[in-house]
């Protein structure tokens, strides 16, 4: 079955550590997107990609990075720069941003 | 640059109707709207792009007016299912700098009571 699968679905850091998320998709989707979401703020844009080997920097991209090697993956680090970074994560993917995004089921990343 | 939607929560009880609204500050290619329940992944409802169109997916419609840069949302004769929180998604006319940034509202809050 197709689809986009994140991991893992729950993750703990120590504060100054760096963390990546991961972000696969088998639906032939060219773009991929990371949004961060926090209670009553909706979802934040992080990175977009439209393209392998390119990305865009979203709304709130300070203390992130992403990478887009192959066109199925689109893996988030959450780096020690991050000031806030206890949040739940989503990636999403679509054709060229003008169909319908789908989205995983989320990583929800707890700094202790 | 994110849209704006209003209202922030709403409350309704089983079959009445509400509207959740949703502007741009810049031209819009499309509108997305979904629906997220608590812990859950966001869900697909309907996408509107540039043309005006509306759309309808059971008792839930949408409209889309370029012009206005504003969507609209329409919940007729509510179920309880329909409880969750609303987000529209908007991607820009793309330009050079800013092809396919699909960003998202606050979202809104609709609690169905019996």
């Known amino acids: 079955d197709g689809g986009i699968t994140q991991s893992p679905k729950y993750l703990f850091r120590k504060e100054g550590q760096n963390v990546t998320l991961s972000c696969e998709q088998n639906?032939?989707?060219?773009?991929m997107y990371w949004y961060r979401q926090d209670p009553g703020q909706g979802l934040r844009l992080i990175y977009y990609?439209?393209?392998?080997?390119?990305?865009q920097k979203g709304d709130i991209a300070e203390g992130y990075s992403v990478s887009r090697e192959k066109k199925e993956s689109f893996p988030l680090t959450v780096t020690s720069a991050q000031k806030n970074p206890t949040a739940f994560y989503l990636c999403?993917?679509?054709?060229?941003?003008?169909?319908?995004?789908?989205f995983g089921q989320g990583t929800r990343l707890t700094v202790v | 640059q994110q849209p704006v939607q209003s209202p922030q929560a709403v409350i309704l009880r089983e079959g009445e109707d509400a509207v959740i609204n949703c502007s741009s500050s810049?031209?819009?290619?499309?509108v997305h709207w979904y629906r997220q329940k608590h812990g859950e992944a966001p869900v697909f409802l309907m996408i509107l792009l540039k043309g005006g169109e509306q759309k309808g997916h059971e008792k839930i419609s949408a409209s889309f007016n370029e012009k206005k840069q504003q969507s609209s949302l329409y919940l007729t004769a509510s179920q309880l299912s329909y409880s969750g929180t609303y987000f529209c998604g908007t991607d820009t006319i793309p330009t050079t700098d800013s092809w396919g940034k699909l960003q998202f509202g606050a979202g809104t809050q609709v609690v169905v009571t019996p």
């Open positions: 810049k031209a819009l290619y499309s």
């Open positions: 639906l032939n989707h060219d773009a």
């Open positions: 999403a993917s679509s054709i060229r941003g003008v169909t319908e995004a789908f």
């Open positions: 990609s439209q393209i392998v080997n390119d990305f």
